[in-house]
């Protein structure tokens, strides 16, 4: 089979990627489409470049109708930076493409003149064809002229194929804040996640930490499901941002956040194994099971050890009595994070923004008063902490 390989950061993917797909398979240069997402970035700080799983996730949502093409997560492992030679090898090796398969490296027409300053050029030929697109408007005979020379350096052949559609930049889709040339569900996945719309809060994390956060990233992409890693990371953010605005320790609050819910798809068993390292006596109910469990599990698997940020974990579904200023931010981050629809959460977001103890008030007595439509009472430990809040909140 003849497979295109398409690989990018898709910060954000947009119509010109979609256009390079489309265009390969019609032009039957290729069979089928993998496009892969870069995981860590070769050529940028890694800061500059948005959170792997948003972009390979984003990926999957524009694609998720696309005949003949499949999004490939070959790319998200922390470590070295990815380069396309490595990719090429790693393809083969783990059998996501047979010894048989031509495969065909797609790029754009611009590609061609700094091909050559590329890491290990000849290897990555070795194990694919070079596949340009031609765009509209772009000067062919130069970009033919770029390719011959190539072909003689490295006793290749350079294929063509032609594509319609607009040349789109995803940094001026970026700088701009208008995603008007991206696919719809890319559209929605941005609101959804509330990417892009300001400096992001995990600015404010220590080189050190956004490293860490990074490689727990990684982890928990092949542990736990897209939508729950989303919203892990969606919390994260969230929570560095009030961190930053309450001057509580960004850190701290971060990896508290990514992590919070990091049990939570462990089979039952285990997760009550966990728990029982530090609940004595009885097993804690579903619902709550995983944030105990959650905080012996970021000990032992995530190292973690700072004891201020597996509480935020151990306490981010029911609270405690006397709250410190990181649980009271993962807790709320973790309730209001942009992807949450679940309820009306407009006060409890606006309170947020000026007032943490106030926001925590108003989140409790919604969710005292859910539990009481359902003829329930909220956990003994959330009325302690009600009842503390509303005696000394600042
Ligand atoms: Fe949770
Ligand atoms: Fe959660």
Redesign the pocket.
């Known amino acids: 089979m003849k497979i295109g390989i398409y690989g990018g950061a898709f910060d954000p993917f947009h119509n010109g990627h979609l256009s390079m797909i489309r265009g390969a398979l019609k032009s039957k240069k290729v069979d089928r489409v993998i496009v892969i997402p870069t995981g860590m970035p070769c050529f940028k700080p890694a800061r500059k470049v948005t959170l792997s799983p948003y972009r390979y996730y984003m990926v999957r949502a524009a694609l998720k109708d696309e005949p003949d093409c499949e999004v490939c997560d070959i790319e998200q492992v922390f470590g070295e930076p990815s380069y396309t030679v490595t990719t090429l090898k790693n393809l083969r090796k783990k059998k996501v493409v047979s010894e048989k398969d031509e495969l065909f490296l797609m790029c754009g027409s611009d590609i061609l003149f700094e091909f050559e300053s590329w890491y290990k050029p000849k290897e990555i030929l070795e194990q694919a064809t070079l596949l340009c697109a031609l765009r509209p408007g772009i000067d062919e005979g130069q970009a033919k002229n770029e390719a011959s020379h190539l072909e003689e350096v490295f006793d290749t052949n350079v294929k063509f194929f032609k594509i319609d559609g607009v040349e789109v930049a995803s940094s001026k889709l970026r700088s701009d804040g208008k995603f008007d040339n991206v696919p719809q569900a890319v559209k929605e996945f941005i609101e959804n996640h509330g990417l892009y719309c300001e400096d992001s809060p995990l600015m404010h994390v220590s080189d050190e930490m956004y490293k860490t956060l990074m490689k727990h990233c990684f982890t928990l992409f092949h542990e736990m499901s897209g939508k729950r890693l989303l919203h892990s990371i969606n919390v994260c953010v969230l929570a560095t941002r009030y961190a930053v605005r309450f001057g509580a320790d960004p850190d701290k609050c971060a990896l508290a956040a990514l992590l919070?819910?990091c049990a939570?798809e462990l089979p039952e068993d285990e997760q009550i194994a966990l728990s029982a390292k530090i609940i004595h006596g009885y097993i804690p109910g579903k619902q709550i099971l995983?944030?105990p469990a959650g905080a012996v599990y970021a000990r032992e698997h995530y190292g973690v050890e700072d004891q201020e940020v597996l509480d935020a974990i151990q306490f981010?579904?029911i609270g405690r009595e006397v709250m410190t200023m990181t649980d009271k931010i993962v807790y709320l981050a973790?309730k209001v994070e942009p992807a949450r629809h679940y309820d009306d959460l407009t006060e409890i977001r606006r309170l947020a923004e000026t007032d943490l103890d106030g926001a925590l008030i108003e989140c409790y007595c919604a969710i005292r008063e859910s539990f009481a439509a359902k003829g329930q009472e909220i956990h003994e430990d959330t009325k302690k902490s009600l009842k503390y809040l509303l005696a000394h909140r600042k």
């Open positions: 919070h819910d939570k995983h944030s981010h579904t973790d």
